[in-house]
């Protein structure tokens, strides 16, 4: 009786333990059931600039290895127009899945909420998932401009107020702020033509009808090769390997001028953490390619990935930065 006791015993032990077993199995399937899958389909990344820019060829070298990466095939699709609004509405209103992502800047996430009274699109509210690239500004003159560096620009243009038309990517752009910060720090006055792109921009710094041109693109690059434009200085803290040569604006004799151009991905509101960090780990992968590196130094862009947290802290960074700078400027929201 005792041991026919125990055989139930024991029985009934294995059988609640196969049971906590086939729970927990049950319960994981549904965990992971439940976990989104990317991709699961194509993938389409907006970029809101026309075709031949940096930030489009940037992201081209890129598509090409993320495809290769998750076997599926990564669009990149072409958006200009509006300082980047048009881009930002087609992607608000794509289901927020990962499969849908936008090259993002400073003007569509930093400048466009702090100098516009209203947007089509909330930039607080995307999934900013890590940064992608970025390049210095380069200081390019028409050369029919008679200044060859930084020194003489700035006596060139005292000497002649608003004589000196300066290229932007638009109204309240990136490039647009860093000309205007340029020109009041050097004290000097300057005048703004926007353009949709860098390729129109430059067609007319070729032609002498603007003179200067504040541009991280590889294009704007292949013509200063040429000796068809020419690089007066370059921004930032440093020189770029693209044009050893070029002084920094800070070496030519302005202090202070640290400035850059940054691109990265986001992504419609209400996407998963976990897609987004699916997401930011491909990137990761992606940028320690040294063939992109490779490929990004003949752009002028430096490839680099952020976490989704470290993505939107730095974000954050750069809405106190330059609110400070379109202080300063004196810039009103229209």
Not at 129 to 148: C, D, E, G, R, Y
Not at 197 to 224: C, E, K, R, W, Y
Not at 276 to 288: N, P, S
Request: hydrophobic residues 45%.
């Amino acid at each position: 009786m005792k041991r026919a006791s125990m055989n139930l015993f024991l029985s009934r032990r294995m059988l609640l333990a196969g049971a906590a077993v086939l729970t927990a199995g049950v319960l994981s399937g549904q965990a992971n059931a439940q976990q989104p899958s990317w991709p699961s389909k194509p993938v389409r990344i907006i970029v809101p600039y026309p075709a031949g820019g940096v930030g489009d060829l940037g992201t081209r070298a890129f598509a090409t290895r993320l495809s290769a990466r998750i076997g599926q095939p990564v669009m990149v699709e072409n958006m200009p127009g509006g300082t980047q609004i048009i881009g930002m509405q087609a992607l608000i209103k794509a289901p927020p899945d990962g499969h849908t992502l936008i090259l993002a800047s400073p003007t569509s996430l930093v400048l466009n909420p702090a100098l516009r009274v209203s947007l089509p699109y909330a930039p607080e509210k995307l999934t900013v998932i890590s940064k992608l690239f970025n390049s210095p500004l380069f200081v390019i003159a028409s050369n029919k401009l008679q200044a060859n560096t930084i020194s003489e620009l700035v006596a060139y243009a005292k000497a002649n107020p608003e004589a000196v038309h300066y290229a932007s990517t638009g109204e309240g752009s990136a490039t647009h702020l860093a000309s205007a910060l340029f020109a009041q720090m050097a004290g000097v006055q300057m005048k703004h033509v926007p353009y949709k792109g860098s390729a129109d921009a430059n067609v007319d710094l070729m032609n002498g009808q603007i003179q200067l041109h504040f541009d991280p693109g590889a294009g704007t690059l292949a013509l200063v090769r040429d000796g068809r434009l020419k690089a007066i200085a370059v921004s930032g803290l440093q020189r770029s390997r693209s044009l050893p040569n070029v002084p920094t604006v800070i070496e030519a004799g302005l202090p202070g001028y640290d400035v850059h151009s940054w691109w990265a991905l986001a992504a419609p509101e209400g996407t998963p953490p976990a897609v987004a960090e699916q997401i930011a780990a491909a990137v990761k992968q992606i940028v320690a390619d040294p063939s992109l590196a490779e490929q990004g130094l003949k752009l002028a862009i430096d490839y680099g990935a952020t976490t989704p947290t470290e993505s939107a802290a730095f974000v954050e960074s750069e809405r106190r930065r330059w609110g400070q700078v379109i202080q300063t400027l004196g810039l009103k929201r229209q």
